[in-house]
C-alpha cells in the first residue's frame, strides 16, 4: 500500500519544487516526512537550486500528519523513533535554518502537521478559501512540529491559542489579515508567484522571515502570562478532566519566557507525553471507530451499490417525524411529510419551519436558503404522494397495531425498490412487519432527538432485512449528514438497550439516600452533558416510564423498579415541560434545586425498603461513578455476547453520538477495556451479593476478568448472528 512519496522538480529559474503525494490529503505519514528530509538534503546541495517552493500535490498542500503513525506510535508507548516528526530537525534546521529560501504554495488544506511545515517557510502564499488550522487537541495531543512555538509569533498570542484550543481552522483571507499567510494568490497562479516570491527573498527584495525567532507580535512578559493566566483559568473551567490543553499551554509559555528552541523541546517532550495518554489513545480509538461504522462485514463487501435518493417520505408530523423531515430538507432530499389530518399536517409543517427558523435566526441561514430549503417540503394526507418515494420513515406513536396498519398501507402504493423504515425505539420490528410480505424491504430507522441535531443513526437489521436495504440506509445516514450504525433487532437496540441501567442504577442511589443533585453533580463531572436526573426533566417521564417499561418486561430478572417517578408523576411533575420535576425551572428554562423533592425521596425510599438500617449510603465520587456506569458497561457485554452490534467499536460509537458518553475516554467499552474487566466484574459482584440480580455480571464479563481478554474482543467477524 502506498504510503506517501516527495518529488523534486528544479526548474530552469533555480527554484525547486518539492511535492507532497499522498492523497487524498497529502498527509505526512513516516514515508513522506522521511521523503521531505531527503528531498531538501538534495535541494540544499544542489548549486542550481537558488530557492525552494513547498507545497502539495492536487489540490491540497497538506491535511496533516497521518493519524495511523500516532496509533503507531502509542502501541509502542512513545518509543518509536520512525516517528520522525516529533523532531525539530527537518523543520528548524533543514527548511527554517537554511540560507536558501523556502516558500509555501497552500491550496486546499494546510492542517496540523501541514500548516507547521508551512510556518516553517519563509513566506507563505495561499489560494482563496484555503483552510489552516491546527486541530491535534482534538486527538488529545498538541501541535508537535513547533506550532505551539511559531503560531503566537506570527498572529500574536491571543489568536494562537485560540486557534489551538477550539481546533478550528481560519480561511486563507483571515490569515492574511492576521500575517500567517504573505499574499492570497488565484489557484492557477500559485506555483508561479511562489517561484518568483522565493526568488525575490533570494535577491533580497522581500524578507526572509525566520517566524521561530520573530518578536514583533508577541505581547510583553507580563501581558503575555496575563493571557496565558486567563486561557488556563478558562480551560479549567470548560475542560475539568483534560490535562493536553493545559500542556499546550506550557509549551507555549516555555516558548515567550524561554525563547523559540526552548520552546520546541518542551512541546517535543510534552507532545511525547500527551501521545500515550489515555485521553490521546481514546481520541484516536474514535476518530477510526466513527469511520468504521460504516463498515459491515458480509454486508458492505458484497459490491453492492446504494440506489438513488431523491425523495424521501415521512410517516407522521410530530417532533420526531418533523425533526427527520428537517435533517432531509437540509441536505437537499425532497420530503413528502403525511399526516392524518390537515390540522395535524400543518403543525408539523410548522415545526419544519422553526428548526429551521432557529438556524437564521442564530446566523447559520440566510433567508434565501431557509426559502429554497423549505421548498423541498411537501405535505400530504394522501398515500398516493408515496408513489416514487425511495424510502419511507414511520414515526408515529408506539402502537403496534397502527405502524401494521401503516406498514401494509405502504406497501401496497410504494415502489417496489423503496425502502420501508421504522422509527421505533421500543416495539420489536419482526411484529411491526408480521402482517406484510415484503419483509426484507423493512428495517428499522431510528433516529435521536432531536433528530436534525443529534448526529447518530441506528439502522436496525431484522432476520429478513436484505442487504441491499442496509447498503440504502448507510447512504441514507451519510446523505444527512448522520454517524449510521447498524445494530440487531432487540429490544432497545443498540444504545438504548446498554444504556437503560444507567436511569435505573441512579433512581437505586436516590433510594439508598444519596442526594440526586451530588449524582448529577458527579455524573456531569465524569463528563456527561449532564446528570441522570436532570436528563430525565429534559425528556420528560412519561418517555422514562415508558422506555423503563419495555426493559421491565424484557428483563425482568434483572431490573430495578423505583417508585420515585410514579410518584412524581402523580402530582403532575413531569419534568422541564411542567417546570417541575427533580429540579424546578423558570420562565427561562434554567433549572435549580427544588427543596420540595425532598418528601417524594423519602416515600419512594421508604416503599423501597432497601436502605440498610435506615442510614443513607455513604459513596466517594468515584464509587457513585462505578455504581452507575458499571451496569453500563455489563450490559454492554451482554450487547457484544449476543452479537446485537457487529464490532465493539461500534457500540463506543453509539454511546457517545447517541447518549453524549465522553469522547475523550474512547466510549463505554474502550473506557472498560482501560479500567479492566477484573475490576469491574469484582465491584459488580460485590454489589450484587448486596442488592441482588440488578449487578449481577453477564458471562461474557466474567470470563474477561478470569482470563485478561478484552471485553472488547467480543464481535462477529462475519455477520451479526443477534436479530
Not at 361 to 366: I, L
Amino acid at each position: 500500500m502506498d504510503k506517501g512519496h516527495v518529488e523534486l522538480e528544479v526548474c530552469p529559474d533555480g527554484v525547486a519544487i518539492i511535492t507532497i503525494h499522498n492523497p487524498p490529503v497529502n498527509s505526512l505519514s513516516v514515508p513522506v516526512f522521511l521523503g521531505l528530509r531527503k528531498k531538501y538534503e538534495e535541494a540544499l546541495k544542489r548549486d542550481d537550486v537558488k530557492a525552494i517552493v513547498l507545497t502539495g500535490a492536487g489540490d491540497k498542500f497538506s491535511g496533516g500528519f497521518d493519524i495511523t503513525s500516532m496509533q503507531g506510535f502509542q502501541k509502542a508507548n512513545g518509543d518509536d523513533s520512525s516517528i520522525s516528526f516529533v523532531s525539530v530537525d527537518l523543520q528548524t534546521n533543514m527548511v527554517e535554518g537554511s540560507r536558501k529560501p523556502s516558500v509555501a504554495a497552500i491550496q486546499g488544506l494546510a492542517l496540523g502537521g501541514g500548516l507547521e511545515l508551512a510556518m516553517c517557510c519563509h513566506a507563505r502564499l495561499a489560494a482563496p478559501k484555503a483552510q489552516l488550522g491546527l486541530p491535534e487537541l482534538q486527538l488529545g495531543v498538541i501541535p508537535g512540529g513547533g506550532g505551539t512555538q511559531r503560531l503566537p509569533r506570527l498572529i500574536g498570542l491571543p489568536k494562537a491559542i485560540e486557534m489551538m484550543l477550539t481546533s478550528k481552522p481560519i480561511s486563507s483571507e483571515e490569515a492574511r489579515e492576521l500575517g500567517l499567510v504573505d499574499a492570497i494568490v488565484p489557484a492557477k497562479d500559485l506555483i508561479s508567484t511562489a517561484r518568483r516570491w522565493a526568488l525575490e527573498i533570494t535577491n533580497s527584495q522581500k524578507p526572509k522571515i525566520v517566524s521561530l525567532h520573530k518578536t514583533d507580535k508577541l505581547e510583553a512578559l507580563g501581558e503575555a502570562r496575563e493571557i496565558l493566566r486567563f486561557a488556563r483559568q478558562q480551560t479549567m473551567k470548560r475542560a475539568p478532566n483534560l490535562f493536553h490543553p493545559l500542556k499546550c499551554l506550557d509549551a507555549v509559555e516555555v516558548g515567550i519566557v524561554s525563547g523559540g528552541l526552548a520552546g520546541l523541546y518542551k512541546e517535543s517532550e510534552v507532545f511525547r507525553e500527551c501521545m500515550t495518554s489515555d485521553n490521546a489513545k481514546a481520541l484516536v480509538h474514535v476518530f477510526f471507530a466513527q469511520r468504521a461504522t460504516g463498515r459491515i462485514k458480509g454486508i458492505t463487501d458484497l459490491g453492492l451499490k446504494p440506489r438513488p435518493l431523491k425523495k424521501v417520505g415521512i410517516i407522521g408530523g410530530g417532533l420526531m417525524g418533523s425533526g427527520i423531515a428537517t435533517a432531509c430538507i437540509l441536505n437537499g432530499i425532497q420530503v413528502f411529510i403525511k399526516e392524518i389530518n390537515s390540522d395535524f399536517l400543518q403543525a408539523g409543517i410548522d415545526r419544519v419551519k422553526a428548526n429551521l427558523m432557529s438556524r437564521v435566526k442564530k446566523g447559520n441561514m440566510s433567508e434565501e436558503k431557509f426559502n429554497r430549503t423549505l421548498a423541498l417540503l411537501r405535505g400530504t394526507l394522501d398515500y398516493n404522494d408515496f408513489k416514487d418515494v425511495d424510502i419511507v420513515v414511520e414515526a408515529v406513536i408506539e402502537k403496534l397495531p397502527l405502524k401494521q396498519q401503516i406498514f401494509s398501507d405502504l406497501e401496497k402504493v410504494c415502489p417496489s425498490r423503496c425502502v420501508l423504515a421504522s422509527n421505533t425505539s421500543t416495539i420489536d420490528l419482526n411484529l411491526v412487519s408480521e402482517k406484510i410480505n415484503a419483509k426484507s424491504r423493512v428495517a428499522g430507522a431510528h433516529f435521536f432527538s432531536p433528530a436534525h441535531i443529534m448526529p447518530l443513526f441506528e439502522i436496525i437489521r431484522t432476520s429478513t432485512t436484505e442487504p441491499q436495504v442496509l447498503v440504502d440506509l448507510l447512504d441514507f445516514g451519510k446523505r444527512i449528514k448522520k454517524v449510521p450504525v447498524v445494530v440487531g433487532n432487540c429490544p432497545g437496540f443498540a444504545v438504548n438497550r446498554t444504556f437503560f441501567p444507567y436511569t435505573q442504577a441512579s433512581l437505586l442511589l436516590a433510594d439508598l439516600g444519596l442526594d440526586v443533585y451530588r449524582i448529577d453533580r458527579i455524573i456531569a463531572g465524569f463528563g456527561m452533558p449532564m446528570g441522570p436526573f436532570r436528563l430525565a426533566d429534559l425528556v420528560g417521564f412519561e418517555v422514562g416510564v415508558a422506555s423503563g417499561m419495555t426493559y421491565i418486561e424484557a428483563y425482568p430478572d434483572r431490573v430495578y423498579k423505583s417508585k420515585l417517578f410514579p410518584l412524581l408523576m402523580e402530582e403532575k411533575r413531569l419534568g422541564e415541560k411542567t417546570r417541575k420535576g427533580f429540579y424546578i425551572y423558570d420562565e427561562r428554562r434554567k433549572a435549580k434545586p427544588d427543596p420540595e423533592l425532598r418528601k417524594y425521596l423519602d416515600k419512594s425510599r421508604s416503599l423501597a425498603g432497601v436502605m440498610p438500617n435506615s442510614k443513607p449510603i455513604q459513596l466517594s465520587d468515584e464509587q457513585v461513578v462505578e455504581f452507575i456506569f458499571f451496569p453500563v458497561v455489563n450490559e454492554a457485554c451482554r450487547v457484544l455476547e449476543e452479537r446485537v452490534v457487529s464490532k465493539a467499536s461500534d457500540l463506543d460509537i453509539a454511546s457517545i453520538m447517541g447518549m453524549g458518553f465522553p469522547a475523550y475516554r474512547g466510549g463505554i467499552v474502550f473506557w472498560a477495556d482501560l479500567i479492566g474487566a477484573k475490576h469491574i466484574a469484582s465491584r459488580l459482584n460485590q454489589l450484587y451479593k448486596t442488592y441482588g440480580n440488578f449487578f449481577k455480571p453477564c458471562a461474557w464479563l466474567e470470563h474477561c476478568a478470569a482470563t485478561g481478554q478484552p471485553l472488547s474482543t467480543k464481535v462477529d467477524n462475519n455477520v451479526m448472528s443477534r436479530l
